[in-house]
């Protein structure tokens, strides 16, 4: 019975000691994984590619009117009239009176040095231009003096200059026709005489 004892003992004995020897072994690969799942690994980066350089902006403009078929308007036509060269040229327009004095012609008018607003014109005076003057090219002025009642009609026109007598009767002709502002005395319209010239002309 000892000897199975003995024996059993041994027996135990070898078994624990096989048992214990691998215990190494397996702490060393234990503590082998615990080192690689404590460092940690490497982050993978993907390769990036370089920026590409910005690009400019064009602005986007109209094609010329010409590239799609339109055509530029025409410039537009100038609407201003222009004399024609040599058109005749007739005005009319108050003198001073000449020194000394002519004739009176008709009496019982007011001495012109009295009076404080002279005749003038109402409206513009429409002369014809004498067409035997206008084919020969001839100017004139004629000065007229003349006699305006308190209505403001021509009652007299003697002429004061010479000249050629169409120039004269178409003047003379306008004039006792034209409608005139009386001249006036601290207000009061009075019967007065005036100078008048006509002027034919020719652009």
């Known amino acids: 019975m000892g000897v199975a004892f003995g024996c059993s003992l041994l027996l135990h004995v070898l078994a624990l000691a ?3 020897v691998p215990a190494p ?22 390769p990036q590619r370089p920026p590409s350089p ?11 009117r010409s590239a799609i078929g339109v055509a530029a308007p025409p410039p537009a036509a100038d609407s201003t009239e222009r004399p024609r060269s040599g058109a005749p040229l007739v005005a009319a327009f108050a003198v001073s009176p000449p020194r000394p004095l002519p004739r009176a012609g008709a009496a ?39 006699l305006i ?6 009652v007299e026109a003697l002429p004061l200059t010479d000249a050629a007598p169409d120039f004269i009767d ?8 034209a409608r005139f502002a009386p001249g ?3 207000g009061a319209p009075v019967r007065a005489r005036a100078y008048f010239a006509v002027s034919f002309d020719l652009e």
């Open 108 to 146: 019982g008018s007011a001495d012109p040095r009295r009076l404080t607003r002279l005749p003038r014109l109402a409206r513009p005076l429409g002369v014809e231009y004498p067409q035997r003057a206008l084919a020969a090219r001839e100017r004139a002025t004629v000065v007229f003096q003349l």
């Open 170 to 177: 178409a003047a003379a002709a306008a004039l006792r026709g």
């Open 18 to 20: 096989l048992i214990q």
């Open 149 to 154: 009642d308190e209505t403001g009609r021509v």
């Open 184 to 186: 006036e005395i601290g």
């Open 25 to 46: 072994a397996y702490r060393s690969a234990a503590n082998a994984l615990s080192v690689l799942l404590a460092v940690p690994a490497a982050p993978i980066v993907a």
């Open 54 to 64: 910005p690009q400019e902006k064009k602005a986007k403009t109209a094609p010329p």
